[in-house]
């Protein structure tokens, strides 16, 4: 069992910047690769990013890619989205969401855990 619990949300204007951060408890946290998803009002939750236990693989959405950096410190159990030139569009609760394999996909269905969410809104 992992609990996870994010942080780093909030209101910034576009063009800004907002780090978030993943904390997890429980079972070791560099056995987990882990995934950021987000959703906005009225859709579906989408990928981000995703990152491998080691954190040596990366793999981003399009639209972010170039953005969005997904990061891990194994030590510290905390799993990162650093998110820059933030548009509008970026409006969203964003999840954290661990998984068993070395590295996971896209796909909802390969991550176990999530986490609550936090809010994050780019005002225009």
């Known amino acids: 069992q992992v609990t996870l619990v994010e942080s780093g949300g909030g209101l910034v204007q576009a063009g800004g910047s907002l780090r978030l951060a993943c904390a997890a408890s429980?079972?070791?946290?560099?056995?987990?690769?882990m995934g950021w998803f987000r959703q906005a009002p009225g859709k579906e939750r989408e990928f981000v990013a995703a990152i491998s236990r080691s954190g040596g693989r990366t793999d981003y959405a399009d639209s972010v890619k170039g953005r969005f950096t997904i990061s891990r410190d194994n030590a510290k159990n905390t799993a990162y989205l650093q998110m820059n030139s933030l548009k509008p569009e970026d409006t969203a609760v964003y999840y954290c969401?661990?998984?068993?394999?070395?590295?996971?996909?896209?796909?909802?269905?390969?991550?176990?855990?999530w986490g609550q969410g936090t809010q994050v809104t780019v005002s225009s």
């Open positions: 429980g079972r070791t946290f560099s056995s987990y690769a």
């Open positions: 969401a661990a998984c068993g394999l070395y590295s996971c996909s896209d796909s909802r269905d390969e991550y176990y855990y």
